[in-house]
């Protein structure tokens, strides 16, 4: 299946920082899904991305996917602690439309 | 509610008992998705159902694994002869088709003795 590597595991931040967190794949994907976790609860999805090069924004946090469409990150501008939780990026290979195969994901703690 | 549902929430049962979870998905959802996720870890996923269908059940551990869906709508997750291994907390998500974004479940839990 489809595999995708996020970095870092951990991301410890004090509040009011920004910090980004990278996901990567050696092929070529067809899209790109980010979600969030949080403590106790299930993964929410957040967005979608599928153009080569494309940007979204929702607020504070800024999504971009790879020009290569092998990569994508999620940068969180002004950290608060309701950014705690655990940022999944999950991927959907060109040959399979249906699955997608989640990274390990990027828990981020926030200390005020 | 209009979310997906997942049930029981919680359940312990002895090491070599059966159990069986299930899945309400939103209605109309078309596409179901089975995943574990084990403390701390990513989502390992397991099953994929396309109506009643599914087409790929590449994910399921092993043959104690099984799942079903009927009427498109309503899903079990099946393990028989549970092993402590499969103490996880099981996921169901599902989505309007089968490239659209995921909704998750609560999830239940399960522990094994």
């Known amino acids: 299946g489809q595999q995708v590597m996020q970095i870092p595991q951990y991301q410890h931040v004090q509040e009011g920082e920004d910090f980004t967190t990278y996901c990567n794949s050696s092929t070529t994907l067809s899209n790109i899904q980010w979600y969030k976790q949080r403590p106790g609860g299930h993964p929410v999805f957040l967005i979608q991305l599928v153009k080569s090069g494309e940007v979204k924004k929702q607020k504070r946090l800024t999504f971009q996917f790879g020009e290569a469409k092998k990569n994508s990150s999620l940068h969180i501008t002004a950290t608060q602690t309701t950014d705690v939780g655990t940022y999944f990026c999950a991927s959907r290979g060109l040959s399979n439309d249906y699955k997608l195969s989640f990274g390990a994901g990027t828990t981020v703690t926030v200390r005020a | 509610g209009a979310g997906v549902s997942q049930s029981p929430s919680n359940k312990v049962t002895e090491k070599g008992k059966d159990v069986e979870l299930r899945c309400d998905p939103i209605?109309?959802?078309?596409?179901l998705y089975w995943y574990r996720q084990s403390l701390g870890q990513g989502l390992e996923f397991l099953i994929y159902f396309q109506g009643n269908s599914a087409p790929d059940k590449s994910g399921l551990p092993s043959d104690r694994f099984s799942a079903e869906r009927t009427g498109g709508s309503v899903s079990t997750l099946t393990i028989q002869r549970t092993q402590q291994e499969d103490s996880a907390v099981y996921l169901c998500a599902s989505s309007q088709d089968r490239y659209g974004p995921q909704h998750f479940g609560d999830g239940t839990r399960l522990s094994i003795l």
């Open positions: 209605s109309g959802h078309t596409a």
